[in-house]
């Protein structure tokens, strides 16, 4: 399985990005997507992630700020990231697990919000 993230940059507080990774290899419509962020000397933590079966859940520091959808018809799963603040910044990875539980990461993209 391969997971192609782009669509991160540079942005002022408050704008927003709309983040999107697609898939190849695998099932796309049978996986767990997620969307993982790792800033600055942290670790990483789960952003937001959506089931096979549409089920989503946030990070509380997402909510009501970050929404997460998936087109199974373009192996894609989207991050969109509205009113964005500093502490956002970070690198952000796209994850997929499979039915049988195999994990899978792709290269990150760096989102930069500035204040």
């Known amino acids: 399985v391969q997971l192609q993230a782009s669509g991160g940059g540079l942005v002022q507080a408050g704008g927003s990005l709309r983040l999107s990774c697609a898939a190849s290899g695998s099932i796309f419509s049978r996986n767990f997507m997620g969307w993982y962020r790792q800033g600055p000397g942290t670790q990483r933590e789960l952003v937001a992630a959506?089931?096979?079966?549409?089920?989503?859940d946030y990070a509380d520091s997402a909510k009501g700020r970050f929404t997460i959808s998936r087109v199974n018809a373009k192996n894609t799963v989207y991050l969109q990231m509205d009113s964005l603040k500093p502490e956002d910044t970070a690198v952000y990875y796209c994850?997929?697990?499979?039915?049988?539980?195999?994990?899978?990461w792709g290269k990150g993209t760096l989102v930069t919000v500035s204040s």
């Open positions: 994850n997929t697990v499979n039915p049988s539980g195999m994990n899978f």
């Open positions: 959506i089931t096979s079966g549409g089920s989503i």
